[in-house]
């Protein structure tokens, strides 16, 4: 039976499979969590994420602030990227970089079905 790690990795490794997600991870406060090697990334602009890195811990400020009335989701556009938070609890979103001008129709049913996945592995309601 695979560890949690390996089968929280399995479902990120799904998702990075459609073509408009550049990177993606579960992301706990302080940028810890399940990230994938960096060479399943096709985010170019390494400097996105490394100003996630670093600003990673007043997002979730926000979010769990927020979370207790309900807050589920989190947009930004940095430029020619897009952040999406999907959050799974108040210390934990799947964290997704797209482009701004993809399909979020459809890449938000894919990362609606893999934050469903990540719940279960996790344990979470």
Same mark, same amino acid.
């Given at each position: 039976m695979a560890s949690q790690k390996e089968a929280i990795l399995a479902v990120l490794d799904d @998702?990075?499979?459609e073509e408009d997600i550049l990177a993606a991870m579960v992301a706990r406060r302080g940028f810890e969590g399940y990230i994938p090697p960096? =060479?399943?990334f096709k @985010?170019?602009?390494v400097s996105v994420w490394t100003t996630l890195q670093n600003t990673m811990g007043d997002f979730f400020n926000?979010? =769990?602030k927020f979370s207790a009335q309900g @807050?589920?989701?989190v947009y930004f556009e940095l430029g020619e990227h897009e952040v999406v938070f999907f959050v799974i609890h108040a210390d934990m979103a799947l964290v997704s970089v797209i482009p701004a001008l993809a399909n979020?129709? @459809?890449l938000e049913v894919e990362m609606?079905?893999?934050r469903r996945d990540i719940k279960k592995i996790l344990g979470v309601k």
């Open positions: @998702l990075l499979r960096g =060479s399943k @985010l170019k602009n926000i979010i =769990s @807050l589920d989701k979020k129709g @459809l609606e079905n893999t």
